[in-house]
């Protein structure tokens, strides 16, 4: 930029792109930092943005405080709300059914059925402040029959009933017990699976997502070592001992695992509990107990959990 002088028209400046500072392109600006107080309303810092109505603001993040409150005494229970709880808030309700009693039976030790798994979403205003919960029991064994199926657990609240059902029980000459399903128990293994209902006649080692996986059934010439079926929300079926090997007890996701035999170790869930075989005891919620061994025929109990989540707003960067 270049400044003339003279004694008639005093100081001008000749260069063109000098304008008033209300009218200057911010392409002129070439060097330097504009200060943040020319931007925007309010005070930058590290834990403010820039809004587009020009203001400094905080990031308003939403977190949560959770209630839990879990229910494993098997029987009649009561649940109440958290104190000052919101209509608004959250609550999540996670329920497994009882797993099926093994058989003792030395010549092949059914396992039992897995118990089944439901979960469901609801506002507290929706579902209301108080319940009534059963948790079914696990299934024990009764000298001389086939394995009992486990108990089914409810949460009833106001007009609104929900039931998860239990895995059917090991039989001794038939196979292993079918895990429990959302709709229905599982049922004592009489070589039919879990189809959705818990007790569809599904072909051998059939696996289901909301039904209980199919037991496993006694090999045979054809079909030899069958394994037991699995399942995503229902129980996995229990395995029976088939010959001097035997296929796999049924995993579940959510359900409890299906109890083994003396060839092979229970099924495996990642929510619910593991099911037993000849040496090890079913783990709760809802595992199928193992066949081969008295000490570890009995299937696990159910269980509730109740989570209620409760919005809080915090700021934060």
């Known amino acids: 930029m270049s400044i003339i002088v003279d004694g008639t028209n005093g100081i001008t400046f000749p260069d063109s792109t000098i304008e008033s500072t209300a009218s200057t392109n911010a392409t002129n600006l070439t060097t330097g930092t504009v200060p943040t107080a020319r931007l925007a309303s309010g005070t930058a810092s590290s834990t403010t943005y820039l809004r587009g109505d020009q203001t400094w603001a905080t990031v308003s993040q939403t977190s949560y405080n959770t209630n839990t409150q879990i229910i494993t005494s098997t029987g009649t229970a009561n649940w ?31 396992g039992g059925g897995g118990g089944a798994c439901f979960q469901f979403w609801d506002t507290l205003g929706n579902l209301g ?11 024990v064994y009764v000298s001389g029959s086939s394995g009992p199926t486990g108990g089914t657990t409810t949460f009833v609240s106001g007009s609104r009933t929900f039931s998860v059902y239990g895995g059917g029980g ?11 399903g959302l709709l229905s128990a599982g049922q004592v293994g ?14 051998f080692g059939a696996n289901s997502i909301f039904g209980g996986g199919q037991g496993g059934a006694v090999s045979t010439a054809t079909i030899p070592n069958q394994y037991a079926g699995s399942s995503i929300w229902g129980g996995g079926g229990g395995q029976i001992n088939s010959g001097s090997t035997s296929g796999p007890a049924g995993n579940s996701v959510y359900g409890g695992g ?33 066949g081969g061994n008295t000490s570890f025929t009995s299937g696990a109990r159910g269980e509730v959990r109740v989570y209620v989540f409760r919005a809080v707003a915090s700021n934060t960067a």
């Open 258 to 290: 299906g109890g083994g035999c003396k060839l092979t170790s229970g099924g495996i869930s990642i929510f619910g509990g593991n099911g037993g075989n000849s040496s090890v005891a079913s783990t709760t919620p809802g595992g199928g107990g193992g």
């Open 129 to 139: 402040a108080t319940g009534n919960v059963t948790v079914g029991a696990g299934a």
């Open 170 to 180: 090991g039989a001794n000459t038939s196979g292993g017990g079918c895990g429990g």
């Open 80 to 110: 109440t709300a958290p104190a000052n709880y919101s209509s608004t808030d959250i609550v999540m309700i996670m329920m497994w059914g009882g797993g099926g009693a093994g058989v003792p039976a030395l010549d092949n030790g059914p």
């Open 190 to 203: 009489t070589g039919v699976g879990g189809g959705p209902q818990g007790g569809g006649t599904l072909s």
